[in-house]
């Protein structure tokens, strides 16, 4: 079994001396990168990129790939586990330093004191056992978009707490449709079982101090109680103030509804915002963001679940120490204040939230600020590479809860169980 | 009376039967002229005759290019494979010999793993032939989903054609190439055709192959051309450029069915004289 | 001495099947041989994509292990049981349906009229367009809010209120086979169509000047004729619908009410990274539909790989 790839490894090695013959000092070399897949995103990167062609005399070819994230991820695992040194430099997300660790580099001795600057819950995120694999680029977050016009209509003032959320939306649900608008929802949220649920779960349970699912040292925490009366409240939403539909909704479903007008409140991230706000919207000027309302009961804080992508370097790297670089020019001050003037993507330097020319760009981004600095991590560092089995048995528990299928006493502690199963009680 | 009835129950059977297997075409068509917030409302009629779209996809990555690429492979695995499985069907078609049902089961075998599980394993021969980011690598791979099929099919026309048309050839001293050529051929042309067309759709909307065999966008295929069309950020879906795309790539298609049309009625006639 | 010149004609004419098989099994092996094994030998080992060269060869325990008393593995995970009734209900039901529609537009379409070269057009378009946008711009025909299916169905009064296809863990299978059904009964009608092309006319001729009903021409003349090719297809189809992926994937990600063998043995390849499950997921696939091919070629009696009768 083992000796093929190795035959296969041996061939390739081969022709890999052949490429390597050339000199290895300071001459230009090929970095490959992936970043983006077409459009405004490549554009960027593209452009970047030149930059520091230019600075460093070295070349970089890029390599698009797709923007669903899954495919992603499946690209990589064929690209890295054949030690392929096809890409050098890594778009991924911030769920994977945990999942490609054994794949990639410490960019600690490359990167001097640049990870300073950044949030450091995301810098946390990319360190996995003392290295650090991964530098941040752009980040994100879960917000609460709402209909302004409407709360004012009827008199109601925004929620600060998920009770409050659900009786607002309910009356203004109950009012409008008796007025006619028979389409009208509450609230709309992505509860289609994949990775974006685990993340609206992860809010609604550490929105009510109970934390996020596996402890920083590696104990599941998940069975509590406030976690069981916060899903016990998601799971009285649908049929509700939520369409029964929203448990196959990903984030563009949801969008799709409040952006014709017909959901009160959404939960998404921060990029629905432009296009809630686009010309031909028709909620355009009727929409308002704000953080993720708190549970009620002690221990209640807003929250958000921690998106976005960071830069990785590709252990099978022939030029480690020149990606490393491309990745800290990537990541600095300077390119991301373009990226978030450009582009509109979130910086992850909380100094740029406070810099006048990327505020007049985006006026949202301080409204934004807490949000990014308080967003909750999902637990994908501790559990390393055990992350996906994680979350699909949090997502499927709650898609269950949801659609009434269980009890959310019963099943958190049947998922607790499991959970200790797959990470060995807490050793992972 | 009872014609006529009978004709217009036909009529209204085959606009039924059109308006079920075009109707989501169509919708990709009115989608495809649609942008922004448009795509979220529901329209029967275009609003605005826009191809901006259109444009866009040709601009923004090399979408012809992509389909060239798309049209070469297609075009290789269909001649391949034919080729294969017409010699391969005369063996298993009309020789009866030892481990004939055997190998017919074998070979269907090769079609019963999971797409997702031969991945690996093929990414790794991909890369110890030399393959990798080559079109070759696609016409190669793709050889595991056509040819258990095309052997299949036209095994089983070419056990369907009598017996006597053979013999003759063989008293007059054809070899086994011309009986193939010569005989076979002409009489199995719809089924070539037919196959032909199924393996070229089989090779055309292949995607996980495509995606991980290939990295330049020089090389790559359609549907994973399509699948890289983004929006302006992360999760926005850009409906209405994919919907061009998709619509775009089907066009070619329809044409290689109208252009075999001929075909298709060519063998009708064959068959009918000589069988 | 005739007998001996028999002989010798049968031995070279058996010569000459290998000799036109060997590129086509040449190819074959090059192609499957490496994954399949892989997937086979993996499947009894503990690999993980993440951690290349640590992995332990651990038996039968990615199928079924009894440890402490309980039972782990795949065939005691309730999970890949519920996969494996999603999936043979959904390749049943749709393999079914797909040949009765499928049979159906082939007759049309071997008859002569005026439409004829548009209707065979047509009925390539919902196969020719990529599965993953197709079963994008279905779920989104689907969705409960903006989607047009709804819209349509409350316009012309079938239903009163918009219906969650998706979603309702009731109708989401449902949902999934009639978008297989859509997209797939063109490959049915094709093949059904090249065997229809391919019969000798003179049975019709002697049928119609018989006066026989035509539904009876078609189930005792026509039908036996084109029964070899209607087999091809069944069996195709279904190997491909016992493996059914993308759609699936797309239209409702990895809901419980959906899951299929494919879409679980991809989860644990792709997503946990567990190469041994995985592929063991994938040899159980394999073997399902092993099992299911023989019991349909043998209940065939021969007709498809046996003798010709």
């Known amino acids: 079994m083992k000796w093929m790839p190795r035959v296969i490894g041996a061939i390739l090695l081969s022709f890999s001396a052949l490429a390597m013959a050339r000199p290895a000092t300071s001459e230009p070399v090929e970095i490959a990168i992936s970043c983006g897949a077409v459009g405004v995103e490549l554009q960027l990167c593209g452009d970047a990129v030149r930059a520091w062609e230019a600075a460093s005399g070295h070349r970089v070819r890029i390599v698009s790939t797709p923007n669903s994230s899954t495919e992603r991820l499946a690209l990589y695992q064929q690209v890295l586990a054949a030690g392929a040194s096809d890409i050098d430099v890594l778009q991924i997300d911030v769920i994977w330093p945990g999942i490609l660790a054994p794949h990639l580099v410490d960019l600690a001795p490359h990167v001097g004191d640049a990870a300073g600057q950044h949030f450091p819950n995301l810098i946390e995120n990319d360190r996995i056992d003392g290295k650090l694999l991964a530098l941040p680029w752009w980040t994100d977050a879960g917000v609460l978009y709402y209909r302004r016009d409407l709360l004012e209509k009827h008199g109601l003032a925004p929620p600060a707490t998920w009770q409050e959320m659900t009786e607002v939306a309910r009356a203004i649900q109950r009012a409008e449709r008796e007025a006619g608008n028979r389409d009208l929802w509450g609230f709309v949220f992505q509860g289609r079982a994949y990775e974006g649920l685990t993340c609206n779960i992860l809010e609604w349970i550490d929105s009510h101090g109970g934390g996020n699912f596996v402890g920083d040292d590696g104990k599941v925490t998940i069975d509590n109680a406030a976690a069981r009366s916060a899903l016990a409240l998601a799971a009285s939403w649908i049929g509700d103030i939520a369409p029964r539909g929203v448990l196959n909704y990903d984030e563009e479903a949801a969008r799709g509804v409040f952006q014709s007008g017909n959901a009160v409140f959404m939960r998404n991230w921060p990029y629905a915002w432009a296009l809630a706000q686009g010309a031909d919207s028709p909620v355009r000027g009727k929409v308002g963001v704000l953080a993720l309302p708190r549970g009620t009961g002690e221990g209640g804080k807003t929250t958000g679940t921690l998106g976005g992508w960071h830069l990785a370097v590709s252990r099978y790297s022939r030029h480690p120490s020149e990606a490393a670089s491309l990745v800290a020019f990537l990541t600095s001050r300077a390119q991301q204040k373009i990226r978030a003037i450009r582009g509109a993507y979130n910086p992850t330097i909380p100094a740029l939230y406070e810099d006048p020319e990327v505020l007049a760009a985006n006026p949202f981004f301080g409204q934004l600020f807490d949000s990014f600095q308080n967003a909750v991590a999902r637990p994908s560092s501790v559990t390393g590479v055990h992350y996906n089995r994680v979350s699909s048995a949090i997502w499927r528990a709650g898609h269950e809860i949801l659609s009434g299928n269980a009890a959310a006493d019963a099943r958190l502690a049947a998922l607790a169980v499991e959970l200790n199963r797959i990470g060995r009680r807490g050793r992972w | 009376m009872m014609a006529l009835a009978r004709a217009l129950a036909f009529r209204l059977l085959v606009a039924v039967l059109l308006v079920y297997l075009l109707f989501p075409f169509y919708y990709a068509v009115l989608t495809s002229m649609k942008g922004g917030s448009a795509i979220f409302s529901v329209d029967y009629w275009p609003r605005q005759i826009d191809f901006s779209n259109y444009a866009r996809i040709f601009s923004e990555q090399p979408f012809a290019l992509n389909i060239l690429n798309s049209v070469l492979v297609a075009f290789a695995v269909v001649a391949l494979s034919l080729l294969l499985g017409l010699t391969a069907a005369f063996s298993l078609g009309r020789i009866r010999f030892r481990g004939r049902s055997a190998l017919l089961f074998a070979v269907l075998a090769v079609s019963m793993f999971p797409q997702v599980a031969v991945l690996s394993g093929m990414f790794e021969l991909v890369r110890a032939f030399g393959l990798f980011n080559s079109l070759l690598s696609l016409v190669f791979s793709y050889m595991i989903f056509t040819l258990p099929f095309t052997i299949w099919v036209l095994t089983s026309f070419m056990r369907e054609l009598p017996r006597e048309i053979e013999e003759a050839a063989i008293m007059d001293g054809a070899g086994p190439w011309t009986l193939i050529v010569r005989i076979f051929l002409p009489l199995l042309w719809p089924a070539m055709v037919t196959t032909g067309l199924l393996a070229f759709i089989v090779a055309w909307n292949e995607f996980l192959f495509a995606l991980t065999f290939i990295l330049s966008n020089e090389q790559r295929t359609v549907p994973v051309a399509i699948a890289l069309i983004t929006g302006g950020s992360e999760f926005e879906l850009p409906w209405g450029g994919i919907m061009a795309a998709s619509v775009t790539v089907t066009l070619p298609l329809i044409a290689l069915v109208l252009v075999f049309q001929r075909r298709l009625v060519a063998g009708l006639t064959a068959g009918a004289v000589k069988g | ?309």
């Open chain 3, 1 to 309: 001495m005739a007998a001996a010149a028999h002989d010798s004609l049968t031995r070279a004419r058996v010569r000459t099947a290998w000799l036109f098989l060997a590129p086509m099994l040449f190819v074959l092996a090059i192609v499957a041989l490496w994954p399949l094994a892989r997937t086979l030998l993996l499947s009894l080992t503990d690999a993980s994509l993440g951690a290349a060269g640590t992995a332990r060869f651990v038996g039968f325990e990615n199928y079924l292990v009894k440890d402490d008393g309980a039972w782990y593995g795949l065939l005691a995970d309730p999970l890949w049981w519920l996969a494996l009734r999603n999936t043979l209900t959904f390749a049943f039901v749709s393999v079914a349906a797909e040949v009765v529609l499928g049979t159906l537009i082939a007759l049309i379409l071997n008859a002569r009229f005026r439409f004829r070269g548009l209707m065979r057009a047509a009925v390539l378009v919902p196969w020719a367009i990529p599965t993953v946008v197709s079963a994008k711009m279905w779920a989104w025909m689907l969705h409960d809010q903006f989607g047009i299916v709804n819209d349509l169905l409350l316009r012309l009064g079938l239903i009163g209120a918009p219906l969650a296809w998706l979603a309702d863990a009731d109708l989401a299978l449902w949902s999934v086979i009639a978008v297989d059904v859509w997209k797939t009964t063109p490959f049915v009608a094709l093949l059904v169509l090249a065997a229809l092309q391919m019969l000798p006319e003179d049975c019709y001729e002697a049928a119609r000047v018989d006066g026989i009903h035509p539904a009876k021409v078609f189930f005792f003349v026509t039908l036996p004729l084109i029964r070899p090719a209607l087999i091809v297809a069944v069996i195709f189809r279904f190997l491909d619908a016992m493996r059914v992926f993308d759609l699936v994937y797309v239209m409702t990600g990895n809901a419980d009410a959906t899951l299929t063998l494919s879409v679980h043995a991809r989860q644990m390849l792709v997503d946990f990274q567990d190469a041994g499950s995985g592929s063991a997921a994938s040899v159980l696939l394999f073997v399902v539909i092993a099992l299911l091919s023989v019991l349909c070629l043998l209940a065939m009696r021969g007709e498809v790989l046996g003798r010709r009768q």
